[in-house]
T-cell receptor, first 105, second 115 residues
Framework: RKEVEQDPGPFNVPEGATVAFNCTYS??????FFWYRQDCRKEPKLLMS???SGNEDGRFTAQLNRASQYISLLIRDSKLSDSATYLC??????FGAGTRLTVKP | EAGVTQSPTHLIKTRGQQATLRCSPI?????VYWYQQALGLGLQFLLW???????NRGNFPPRFSGRQFPNYSSELNVNALELEDSALYLC??????????????FGPGTRLTVL
């Protein structure tokens, strides 16, 4: 089993849709969790950290479920500019393979 | 503030040669991470350096090595290049002053092509 696994995607959604991605991790002792965004042929950039209590940043909500060992990212009211690959990161260095999102007009 | 810089942008080598990739972290950052991203795949962790020491290593053969200099810049060396080493190599830096949960800032990467 991989250390970090993500929904493979791709997710193709219309503008305005709500979309959610999950990311499971195998190490129950994991302490830090992040979501990064990577645009085509660009470097990853931090989208948001994931806190135990869950956190929200505008249209984006991240949650952590320690019991089931997964984190999630919810994007509301999708914009065309949200089209990218979303990478989850566990314990600083363990990246998921990414979930590709395409938001269509 | 300048971001993470990497050089060269592109590197073309032939099988069996050696490649050297360079990374300069954000000023004040002491940790440098190296990742390999093969086409269409996720980031695979290679190496982590902090304060000049190798702190962790991913599941890569010993021909992948590196070092961190006193000014915190870093070098990744890949010996005996193989065709499957062709990938984007990303460097990231972080502060690491808050424990293990520091944000990583990525450079633009070096695209290595092995012919």
């Amino acid at each position: 089993r991989k250390e970090v696994e993500q929904d493979p995607g791709p997710f193709n959604v219309p503008e305005g849709a709500t979309v959610a991605f999950n990311c499971t991790y195998s190490n129950s002792a994991s302490q830090s969790f992040f979501w990064y965004r990577q645009d085509c042929r660009k470097e990853p950039k931090l989208l948001m950290s994931v806190y135990s209590s869950g956190n929200e940043d505008g249209r984006f909500t991240a949650q952590l479920n320690r019991a089931s060992q997964y984190i999630s990212l919810l994007i509301r009211d999708s914009k065309l500019s949200d089209s990218a690959t979303y990478l989850c990161v566990v314990n600083d260095m363990r990246f998921g393979a990414g979930t590709r999102l395409t938001v269509k007009p | 503030e300048a971001g993470v810089t990497q050089s060269p942008t592109h590197l073309i080598k032939t099988r069996g040669q050696q490649a050297t990739l360079r990374c300069s972290p954000i000023s004040g950052h002491t940790s440098v991470y190296w990742y390999q991203q093969a086409l269409g795949l996720g980031l695979q962790f290679l190496l982590w350096y902090d304060e000049g020491e190798e702190r962790n290593r991913g599941n890569f053969p010993p021909r992948f090595s590196g070092r961190q200099f006193p000014n915190y810049s870093s070098e990744l060396n890949v010996n005996a290049l193989e065709l499957e080493d062709s990938a984007l190599y990303l460097c990231a830096s972080s502060l690491r002053d808050r424990g293990p949960s520091d944000t990583q800032y990525f450079g633009p990467g070096t695209r290595l092509t092995v012919l």
